[in-house]
């Protein structure tokens, strides 16, 4: 019921600084807890950030605390992702999702957008 668009993906230069944007073109995530997610070639989809539905509380993976920050605007039906001190190995497709702490699960996602960073 709800369809995500991600946005703001771009070949960056290493210490760069990059803000993702996911907004809800079908329905409206104003009730959903959010998370993005990312996956390099070759790898597996990793986890790096969640925000609860009201905004009050994230959580991030340890390869990218201190450098992202997620955020949600609710009225603007979007959730951002702030990348600052990029570095080559933060090249992958990023995702945004719904995600239920309840049941541990992503139920919504986007179709991703491509963050590439070079050295």
């Known amino acids: 019921q709800v369809q995500l668009v991600e946005s703001g993906g771009a070949l960056v230069q290493a210490g760069g600084s990059l803000r993702l944007s996911c907004v809800a073109s079908?329905?409206?995530?104003?009730?959903?807890?959010m998370a993005w997610l990312r996956q390099a070639p070759g790898n597996e989809r990793e986890y790096v950030a969640r925000?609860?539905?009201?905004?009050?509380?994230?959580n991030y993976a340890d390869s990218v605390k201190g450098r992202f920050t997620i955020s949600r605007d609710n009225a603007k039906n979007t959730v951002y992702l702030q990348m600052n001190s990029l570095e080559p190995e933060d090249t992958a497709v990023y995702y945004c999702?719904?995600?239920?702490?309840?049941?541990?699960?992503?139920?919504?996602w986007g179709q991703g957008t491509q963050v590439t960073v070079s050295s």
């Open positions: 999702a719904t995600w239920s702490a309840i049941r541990s699960t992503y139920a919504f």
């Open positions: 925000i609860t539905w009201s905004g009050g509380s994230t």
């Open positions: 079908i329905g409206t995530i104003r009730n959903y807890n």
